[in-house]
């Protein structure tokens, strides 16, 4: 094949020079060669036009600087100048909506980036930000060109400088196809969403070999940072699939459930779900007793519209729930306690999980309802020695700071801080509903018995029994699921089969909100 980048351009007349353009076009569309495309399919990865294929409408991809090549010398690679440098950029449009991409092309250096690589990548960027439509990245890049030294470094510093700039105002969504090691782990990190694929992609700041070498633990590229390693400890990974293609479909529909930017609304759909429509199920799938555990999950898929909803860090923290839905054709940003696990405490990771898609939720102006079955924070040594006060107050932070339409529903139990840091009508919770088995309080019965009547029940010629009479007194008095919509804690205690409908009506009348923050430059948040 004629390497057309290296021949000196001889037509003389329009048709010649179309010709000659074509040509070189249909080289770009090829990349370096068959060879590599079958070396990149025998990795069980698809090329990065491909990607670009499935993540877009069809025939809706623009191609920005398709010719752009290196100017780079020395180690070869004066000899080495192939289009596009490793990076494809542009835009097109998912159902319909504009989405600028870029996609690291393994098969040119690697997908490492240098100087124009980093270039592409900036005025890619620079686009979506001031065009006000989201930033996919399809990562499988080997970091930084090292042939071209601190040129690339400084150039990731242009993507993380603008990864920060564009962070609340269009959604930035990082789509990890290969490796991604040392500084460049830091561009995701800074994104909104990030989606992992299993077996193929891997995020870590330093590899297995110097982790080897500096700890004497052996460890796998997987088992250090693979797509089950980050979706389930870490967190890093909001998604992880076992397949480009789920994968990429899966961020179509996440793309779906977002606004554009920061200015706009999510789009809302036609529902075929009744609004008014009753859950009677709601009855058996929560147990009225407060000790026994049950799946929030299947609570919220009764009623948000059709079932339907994608859960956000499902595999991460998972005492705490996170969910995108819709609820009459709105979408809607679903935070709730699961007592299946943990009983549905608050600990330092499910902490910072729900503060963070608080702030999401409150960014791209997606209302906020949070279901409340909460027995407390988690106590131990650990926790409070990870700073569970630091991040417990993440969570209380994003809430008080949120601006969005924000419910709250009680569904059983609700206990002490946690209580409070769950969008309590105390930190600014527009509406506050509540079931009838719902109990607001400090702590337990149990526990606020044995603390106020603990000489009582000491001096008691029968301890136990005298302990239940008390416990029984103190439920009656203060925990009935009454006492907390008396003193105008709760707006209404509602039949559980009627929730859909009341959050629906109360949505509703919320979509006009406004509601202004105290000028400043921005908040000092705890970290």
């Known amino acids: 094949m004629t390497d057309l980048s290296q021949t ?36 069980g ?32 690679l004066e000899d080495r100048r192939p289009y596009t440098d490793g990076v494809i950029t542009g835009w097109g449009t998912v159902e319909g909506r504009t989405v600028f991409v870029y996609a690291h092309d ?36 080997a970091g930084a060109r090292i042939q071209e030294g601190v040129v690339a470094l400084a150039g990731y510093g242009g993507i993380f400088q603008r990864n920060t700039a564009a962070s609340g105002v269009i959604p930035q969504i990082s789509v990890m196809l290969g490796p991604c090691a040392g500084g460049a782990a830091y561009s995701p990190a800074l994104t909104d969403f990030v989606f992992m694929v299993r077996d193929t992609s ?14 004497g633990a052996q460890v796998s590229q997987n088992g250090l940072g693979g797509a089950d390693v980050h979706a389930s400890a870490s967190g890093v990974a909001h998604f992880a699939y076992d397949d480009e293609a789920t994968c990429l479909e899966e961020v179509r529909y996440l ?67 996170c969910v995108l839905a819709r609820l009459d054709g709105q979408v809607v940003g679903v935070v709730a306690n699961q007592p299946q696990h943990l009983a549905g405490v608050l600990d330092i990771h ?22 409340l079955d909460v027995p407390g924070f988690l106590p131990g040594v650990d926790q ?15 809430y008080c700071n949120a601006t969005v339409p924000r419910i709250s529903l009680v569904l059983r139990k609700a206990y002490g801080g946690a209580y409070i840091v769950m969008d309590s009508q105390s930190i600014g919770a527009d509406l506050t509903y509540a079931w009838p088995t719902n109990e607001i309080a400090v702590m337990g019965a149990e526990g606020a018995a044995g603390v106020i009547f603990r000489r009582r029940i000491a001096a008691s010629d029968d301890p136990e029994a005298t302990r239940a009479e008390l416990v029984k007194e103190y439920r009656s008095e203060l925990m009935h699921p009454y006492y ?36 400043r430059k921005h908040g000092n948040p705890p970290q």
């Not at 048709?15 to 990149?40: D, F, K, N, S, Y």
């Not at 098969?107 to 686009?127: N, Q, S, T, V």
């Not at 009341?502 to 202004?516: E, P, Q, S």
């Open 384 to 398: 409070e020695h990870g700073g569970i006060i630091r991040h417990g107050a993440k969570l209380l932070y994003a």
């Open 484 to 519: 907390a919509a008396e003193r105008g804690l709760v707006d209404d205690v509602i039949d559980p089969a009627d929730t859909r409908g009341v959050l629906i009506a109360a949505l509703a009348m919320l979509r006009t909100k406004h509601a202004d923050l105290p000028a």
């Open 202 to 215: 891997q995020m870590f700041i330093t590899g297995p070999d110097v982790v080897q070498a500096v700890t």
């Open 106 to 141: 393994f098969r040119i250096f690697g997908g490492a980036l240098g100087e124009a690589h980093a270039a592409k990548i900036h005025k890619i960027m620079d686009m979506a930000i001031a065009a006000g439509a989201p930033l996919v990245s399809l990562n499988d890049g």
């Open 350 to 371: 499910a902490s910072e999980k729900a503060a963070r898609f608080v702030q999401m939720c409150d960014a791209f102006n997606i209302p906020i309802v949070t279901l």
């Open 8 to 43: 000196p351009l001889a037509a003389s007349d329009a048709r010649g020079r179309v010709a000659e353009l074509r040509a070189i076009r249909e080289q770009v569309r090829r990349g370096p060669g068959e060879r590599a495309t079958q070396a990149q399919h025998a990795k």
């Open 255 to 321: 793309l779906s459930l977002l606004p554009s930017n920061n200015r706009e609304n999510p789009p809302r759909t036609e529902c075929g779900d009744p609004a008014g429509r009753r859950g009677e199920a709601l009855y058996d799938l929560v147990p009225a007793d407060g000790n026994r555990p049950y799946d929030m999950r299947a609570v919220i898929e009764e009623i948000v519209d059709d079932g339907e909803l994608l859960e956000v860090h499902e595999r991460w923290a998972t005492n705490v729930i």
């Open 45 to 76: 990865k698809l090329t990065a036009r491909e990607r670009i294929e499935l993540l877009l409408d069809e025939g809706s991809f623009r191609e920005v600087e398709p010719l752009r090549r290196h100017r780079a010398t020395g180690f070869g």
